[in-house]
């Protein structure tokens, strides 16, 4: 769950990253929505950008996936996106930060402005009837 403070970001804000998997909302010249993104061994990228543009002060629910074969977004325990291609996920470069950031290095590190609820990662790709169900019972 995530709580924006305000609609427009000139660049992305970083949700959850670990230059494995990375979860961001995407500044307004980029779409003003999110992403979830996969690095792959061989160097690829997947990844999954959602419709949904989020509501300063409003609680959304975001979630990415990864099977082996396709990174999938679902926002508000609805299926966005998705982009094929599968691959072995990459090991961790770095460690893992919720809401501070960490894409690059100096004063601007993409830090959330806002809330973040209920983080969860799990060892496998959750199908989108368990999404759902997730959105549906823990609503902040």
Known sequence: ?????RE?????????????FSLIKRGHNSGNNFEFAVNLNDGDTKQAVSNTVPLAGTWTHVAGTY????????????????????????????????????????????HFSGLIDEFKIYN???AKDEIRRLYESHRP
Do not use: C, K, M
């Not at 769950?1 to 403070?5: K, Y």
């Open 8 to 20: 427009r970001f000139n660049d992305f804000l970083s949700i959850f990253n670990n230059g494995q």
């Open 124 to 126: 496998r790709a959750l």
């Open 67 to 110: 099977d082996g074969s396709t990174a999938r977004i679902y926002v508000d325990g609805n299926f966005q996106r998705s982009e094929s291609g599968g691959g072995l996920i990459a090991p961790p470069t770095q460690q893992a930060r919720i809401g501070l950031g960490g894409i690059h290095q100096g004063p601007d590190l993409h």
């Open 1 to 5: 769950w995530v709580n924006i403070d």
